[in-house]
């Protein structure tokens, strides 16, 4: 049966899509200029933002004017670009807040770490695609993580170490969509759940035991951090019980492969590992933010301040909000980063519990129309680019939303469309531009 194209703009543009990206404008907008309001430099960044948005819809148009098959035909000049760019950052970026991440430019500030999620996107596709026939290999989840490893580890040279976990569950959905085994993905959310949990465990036990009796649990832990005999003992023991496991398994005819309890201990190991080298790196802010998550009430004043504000803030909007340019812990200053990383607060203090889900709506309205963008793709490297950018919106939106409430740790994620940041404005758009112009290519026809 042929398939009915639409003639004419209608059936070149998702309209549901456009509502929800230009609603989520709107309410960024209105937002950022209550949150900002009290700001001595208030009406720098009010022309900053509207420059951004200027810059961002040309982005947009650009993304849905070029076709997206052409970024696959020249994965590996983006990759070599977003590298030179990520490299060059480093040696003569500007220093803001103790990253260097920026290009100061005559009239702009660029964030060179922000386009790499995005061409990353692009490069692991069109790899991606290439392998379509090698998909259950382990090797192509191996290879995977070597294209992204190096911006990665640029990125956290700056260091941004934000940015650098975002890529994960992007590469993760990647895989996933594109047909990877499940238990390789499995093994690689195993590894990265135990390698982010670790320096929370360490945190925790320095919080609640800062003397632990020795012998103890917590004691035990706190040795296994210092790279010792624990960390060898947890290593050797984790291997035991795995051999027990798989004896038993043999004992009881259960039909287990034998690599499943050899994976078990590696993925452990190489966790621990990674997780202990993090927590050794970690900066004194981000190990203040990890206080703030595993134990708020030891310094309320102190790590935990932005989120218990934030919390106080989106708790007193009630169900209507207390009214645009009116909430009290934004107004007054109580509530740090209120336009850029907790602006998520201010929409549930002056828009209350409708705003702040009518904004989650708009977020899940968009999500929901770039998998189905993906669907209909034309060819299996638009169906993968779509599937990278939905991870990526839905990854900042569950860590933006969660850390403002306090249910998952501080990070410097900004939440798209919404946050103050022209970078992150500009190159947002350019993604969103790019799944117009999936759709409006989705027939060979167009």
Avoid at 9 to 18: E, P, Q, T, Y
Avoid at 308 to 331: E, P, V
Avoid at 426 to 433: A, D, N, P, R
Wanted: hydrophobic share 55%; glycine share 10%; proline share 4%.
């Amino acid at each position: 049966m042929p398939v009915k194209v639409e003639a004419g703009i209608k059936g070149r543009v998702d309209w549901a899509f456009i509502l929800a990206a230009g609603g989520l404008l709107a309410m960024g907008a209105i937002a950022m200029l209550s949150a900002a309001s009290p700001l001595p430099y208030y009406a720098q960044i009010v022309q900053r933002h509207f420059a951004a948005l200027s810059v961002g819809i040309v982005a947009f148009l650009f993304g849905l004017g070029f076709n997206y098959q052409v970024f696959e035909d020249q994965a590996k000049a983006i990759y070599a670009l977003s590298i030179a760019a990520l490299t060059a950052v480093l040696i003569v970026g500007s220093v803001h807040k103790g990253h260097r991440s920026w290009f100061d430019l005559p009239f702009i500030s660029f964030q060179p770490a922000e386009l790499a999620r995005i061409t990353i996107v692009l490069v692991v596709a069109a790899f991606l695609d290439s392998r379509a026939r090698k998909m259950r290999d382990f090797s192509t989840v191996l290879l995977t993580l070597a294209i992204a490893s190096p911006v990665m580890a640029l990125i956290l040279k700056q260091p941004d170490f934000s940015t650098t976990i975002s890529f994960l569950p992007i590469l993760l959905g990647m895989l996933f969509c594109a047909g990877a085994d499940i238990p390789h993905l499995l093994a690689l959310v195993g590894y990265g759940l135990v390698t982010g949990l670790m320096p929370l465990l360490f945190v925790y036990c320095q919080v609640r035991y800062p003397q632990p009796v020795s012998g103890s649990l917590p004691y035990f832990i706190l040795q296994t951090s210092r790279m010792g005999v624990a960390t060898v003992v947890v290593l050797v023991v984790a291997a035991l019980l795995c051999a027990f496991a798989w004896r038993m398994s043999i004992s009881l005819r259960m039909q287990a492969r034998a690599v499943y309890f050899i994976a078990v201990p590696v993925i452990l190991a190489a966790g621990l590992v990674s997780g202990i080298l993090i927590n050794r790196q970690l900066k004194s802010y981000q190990r203040n933010r990890f206080v703030a998550y595993v134990a708020p009430q030891a310094d309320i004043q102190g790590a935990a301040y932005h989120v218990h504000q934030s919390q106080i803030a989106i708790g007193s909007g009630g169900l209507l909000g207390k009214g645009l340019f009116s909430g009290t812990q934004g107004q007054l200053g109580f509530l740090p980063e209120r336009h850029t990383d907790f602006i998520y607060a201010v929409v549930g203090e002056e828009m209350g519990f409708l705003g702040a889900m009518g904004l989650l709506g708009l977020y899940m309205l968009l999500i929901w129309r770039i998998v189905a963008v993906g669907r209909v793709a034309r060819d299996r490297y638009g169906f993968l680019v779509c599937s990278g950018l939905a991870a990526m919106f839905g990854f900042e939106l569950v860590l933006n939303v969660g850390m403002c409430l306090g249910l998952l740790p501080v990070a410097g994620i900004p939440l798209p469309l919404i946050s103050y940041g022209g970078s992150s404005l500009v190159i947002t758009l350019w993604s969103l531009g790019i799944v117009a112009n999936i759709y409006s290519r989705r027939y060979a026809l167009l």
